[in-house]
């Protein structure tokens, strides 16, 4: 091979790794400023990018010299597994927050290039004064230091996003009435932040799942390419966006498509972004081997992370529905076990209420579990099948030089696996199951 061929085919590996970084920092973080190598490698390779995803996700770019947008409507609107989270805390964000957030942002749209948290309070407060937020029972009145903190928490996550930058001031002596914060309008970024395809002004749906359903419907295709399109597009927001993605969510047109289509779809999402598609009778996920495209870790150091390993070993070698009363007395039992390890409110009574919640809302996010009642009609959980990959099996004791038998490839649509590349049932050390959310905010 002369030095000319190897020379490009350096360069052309080169150009591949840093588009491939581009994308994936798309992906974690859909909104960019302007600073740092990953806004630079998304301008500098922005035709490519806004090509792929324009043609596999319906996904539009924008970029220009201060900020880089992907577009990115979900593949499920309804998905509740993902929400707003307090940037100290990790707590999920109330329906008081969220309708704080979107009063803010109104706030902030009309605000001069510099603003007061004194002041951005004094127009939110206005604004919730709104009859229809009132008939809706939301109150914000900043009349204990409960709402202040909601405040708090939203500029926080504004802050986060760079939609405010900090000029002087602190946050907390706003909370204890002692003192203000000045910031920064970035209005690039704030005008960025709404992803949808009408306008909510113009949505006249009747209730909640109405009106979303509205803010992002598309027109109904009236051609076989218009409606593969619309087909590979929306698989391949949910090979992006979903833990996994199990063939009994999806239609007969989607079932159908995929399955026909499946080595298309996955191999231009690997080519691209590196992700591995890990194939199962139920349905695919696309593995991370970089374990950084995702917003829930499994398992994960601490209390709770702990609590959602041991639970998800439990309930996948238990099977079938499990009422959520049992489950929490497993809690306590293992609270009790661990009191050494885990922290001292964990042993606390009615400790075991919070903490089994905790790892099942963890679990469902991650495609592990689904919530159901039970025959008596009580709260239950039912584990899917990518949960498979948490149960133990019994222990092979091998002699010196011996190799480990090998194991069936059937089984679930495979959660994470560790680096070491566990079979389906045999989690190994370090084994993982992640979401490709980019945030548990997903700036849409």
Known sequence: MSGDNRLGDALAAQREQEVRRAARALLRRPLLRAGGDDFRLVRQHAAELRTWFERNTGWALLVDAQVARLRRIPGVDTDPTHPARDVRTGLPFSRRRYVVFCLSLAVLERAEQQIALGRLAEQVVLAAAD???????????????????????????????????????????????????????????????????????????????????????????????????????????????????????????????????????????????????????????????????????????????????????????????????????????????????????????????????QAVERLVALGLLERTVDDDGAAAVRPRPALDRYRVGEAVLLEPGQSAPRRSRKGAAGAKPGRGGAGAGTPAKGTQTTSKTTKSVRTR
């Not at 939301?138 to 760079?162: I, N, P, S």
Request: proline fraction near 4%; glycine fraction near 8%; include cysteine.
């Open 131 to 357: 009859p229809a937020l009132e008939e809706a029972q939301v109150a914000f009145t900043l009349a204990d230091r409960e709402q202040r903190t909601d405040l708090v928490a939203v500029v926080r996550l504004l802050l986060e996003w760079g939609v405010l930058a900090k000029v002087a001031g602190d946050e907390d002596a706003f909370l204890k009435s002692a003192g203000d914060a000045l910031y920064d309008v970035d209005r690039r970024v704030l005008a960025g932040l709404l992803v949808a395809r009408r306008g909510p002004s113009t949505v006249r749906g009747d209730g909640f799942e109405a009106c979303l359903g509205e803010l992002n419907a598309e027109v109904l295709p009236d051609s076989d390419e218009l409606r593969n399109r619309a087909l590979r597009h929306s698989l391949t927001r949910r090979l992006l966006d979903d833990p996994v993605l199990y063939l009994d969510g999806l239609t007969e047109a989607e079932s159908a498509y995929l399955t026909s289509q499946r080595a298309a779809l996955t191999r231009r999402i690997s080519e691209l972004t590196g992700l591995v598609p890990e194939v199962r009778a139920e349905g695919v996920a696309m593995v991370d081997p970089d374990d950084d495209l995702t917003d829930l870790r499994m398992p994960e150091q601490g209390t709770d992370g702990h609590v959602a390993l041991l639970a998800a070993e439990y309930l996948a070698g238990r099977g079938g529905t499990v009422p959520l009363t049992e489950l929490q007395r497993q809690v306590a039992g293992w609270a009790l076990e661990h009191a050494g390890f885990w922290r001292r409110s964990a042993t606390l009574p009615g400790a075991e209420a919070e903490l089994a919640e």
